[in-house]
């Protein structure tokens, strides 16, 4: 996402990073399968899903909910998946949250 553009659905309103330098808090959706899932049902899984991305009326769906698509490979989904769970455990631990 290019920095200080919330969304598509609203390209005028300014982001709390504009305001506070550094911040970064999104959400993401996305399929996963269990582990030892053949890798031909997860490739044709991942095909079908960027396939369907690649769809103009979902496109334009997806944009008038607020959402961008962000199509790629199970690895890329893996890699971003990891890259929020150290980001927000780090937030976790400095903020010394404990479970209830």
Sequence with gaps: MAAGILSQALPDLPTVADILPGY?????EGLAVPKGTPQDIVERLNKEVNAALADATF??????LGGQKIAGSPDDFSKLVAHDTEKWAKVIKFADIKPE
């Design 24 to 28: 970064e808090a999104t959400s993401f």
């Design 59 to 64: 496109r334009a769906r997806m944009i008038d």
